[in-house]
């Protein structure tokens, strides 16, 4: 069967009609390679907190790497390759932000899925910064779609770089308060939005420095008020529970899901903090039955416990503050003082 006229006839022999006929399996295990690679940066990250400060080289490397790509090759219908070496540069520094951006998010999963608690509104957050992971592995959507739209392209930087901060400033400034990085990293993620956009020489304009301030708040005022749907990273509830009863070293003598009305006269809940970032934060409890709000303990006693960087919050319920009937699932939530959910303890209360 011969060829249409106006369809190009590929190349029979040689590289390229290798590349011809496999480019698209290729890129789909380039893709798949990319995964795995992000598995084993999942592995390597366990390994410890300090290395979170190596974000900072990677996150100013990708931001000098997203400017270069649209100030060269355009954006969008704008976005034009003359010749075949256009192409292999743009494709060069896709495959350099693509690595960029794997070791960055896929670094970051660990530690934002231990601090968040599943079932609260922090998850999703976890879940969107796993989309974005998964996204940096996908050669054709990332070639094709992130590095085609300078707003899709930069709105991803966005969310990465305010997701890396909240690691990297602990990391860099240890007993950081959490509230206090995470406006710090929206103030500074919007910066880095802002500068894509407007070039520098504009600066000097009062209608673009008021943009700028404003959109700056804007991010601060969003972070500020968001703060509930962030898990502060890199803390975390290692241990949690309640019991009837504690022992005088502070461990609990049974730890307990479920518990008769008759015990509860005197209850106590023991959680483990782990705070590899220095105590930046005042921890309470707040105990909760039925999602209602039943006490805030505000003196929990934290005192060191166990491993380098963990400290241990006990707390009582007192008598008078519980509900006339106390029947029904009951939470221990380990907040900061700022009302971001570090972790929970469960228990339920039977008739």
């Known amino acids: 069967m011969q060829p249409a006229p106006d369809e190009p006839k590929r190349p029979r022999r040689g590289i390229r009609a290798f590349f011809a006929r496999y480019g698209r399996m290729l890129w789909w295990l380039h893709s798949f390679y990319a995964l795995g690679l992000g598995i084993f940066i999942i592995i390597f990250a366990r390994k410890g907190f300090a290395h979170a400060r190596w974000l900072a080289v990677t996150l100013a490397t990708a931001w000098i790497v997203v400017i270069l790509v649209f100030r060269v090759f355009g954006s969008g219908s704008d976005r034009a390759f ?10 060069v520094m896709t495959y350099v932000l693509k690595n960029l951006y794997q070791g960055m998010l896929f670094f970051l999963l660990p530690f934002y899925w231990r601090s968040a608690t599943l079932d609260t509104p922090n998850q999703w957050f976890v879940v969107a910064l796993g989309l974005c992971a998964f996204l940096s592995t996908l050669d054709v959507v990332f070639d094709q779609v992130l590095m085609r739209w300078k707003v899709a392209a930069s709105l991803f930087y966005f969310f990465t770089l305010f997701a890396c901060l909240n690691l990297v400033i602990p990391a860099l400034l240890p007993n950081s308060r959490s509230l206090v990085t995470m406006t710090a990293a929206a103030a500074i993620s919007a910066l880095a939005f802002w500068m894509m956009h407007v070039p520098p020489r504009n600066l000097g304009r009062p209608l673009v420095v008021v943009g700028l301030v404003v959109w700056t708040m804007s991010g601060v005022l969003g972070a500020y008020f968001g703060r509930a749907g962030v898990p502060p990273v890199a803390m975390y509830v290692s241990y949690g529970a309640v019991g009837p009863q504690i022992l005088d070293d502070g461990r609990l003598a049974v730890e307990a899901t479920t518990l008769h009305r008759s015990l509860v006269d005197e209850l106590h809940a023991v959680t483990d903090v782990v705070i590899p970032g220095g105590k930046g934060d005042r921890l309470v409890h ?5 999602g209602e709000v039943v006490d805030r303990a505000t003196s929990v006693d934290p005192r060191a416990f166990g491993p380098t960087g963990t400290i241990r919050l006990r707390s009582q319920l007192e008598p008078d503050t519980l509900p006339e009937d106390p029947t029904g699932q ?5 907040m900061t003082q700022d009302g971001q959910l570090v972790g929970r303890a469960g228990f339920l209360i039977i008739e």
């Open 82 to 91: 003359e010749g075949r070496t256009a192409k292999i540069r743009f494709y």
């Open 330 to 334: 009951w939470t221990v939530d380990v």
């Open 286 to 290: 707040v105990w909760s039955h039925e």
